[in-house]
Nanobody
């Protein structure tokens, strides 16, 4: 089993910053991709940013230039630095990790429980 745990959400005024962290733990042989998604009430879950083990990064157009994803492969950790936050960034942010388990050598695709981000004046 592979667990994913997020932290770092909270409330902030427009223009402010937050940093989200996510750690994957358990029977991990390797992690291929780590990503952040978000879901606002009544809306689908959207991919915000992703980063591969080789460092390939993708961003949602609306956050490019404001958010930065980074990864510590040795610690199975991914971060999301969010600057210049806007009210429309308000959502529950979820971490996702995909890779290979070390116990059964099977693929895994694990989600965290989510962390709330509220941007409001």
């Amino acid at each position: 089993q592979v667990q994913v745990v997020e932290s770092g959400g909270g409330s902030v005024r427009p223009g402010g910053s937050l940093r989200l962290s996510c750690v994957a733990s358990g029977h991990i042989d390797r992690i291929n991709s780590m990503a952040w998604y978000r879901q606002a009430p009544g809306k689908p879950r959207d991919l915000v940013a992703s980063i591969s083990s080789g460092g390939t990064i993708n961003y949602l157009d609306s956050v490019r230039g404001r958010f930065t994803i980074s990864r510590d492969n040795a610690e199975n950790t991914v971060y999301l630095q969010m600057n210049s936050l806007k009210p429309e960034d308000t959502a529950v942010y979820y971490c996702n990790a995909e890779g290979m388990r070390s116990d059964y050598l099977q693929n895994f695709n694990s989600w965290g429980q989510g962390t709330q981000v509220i941007v409001s004046s």
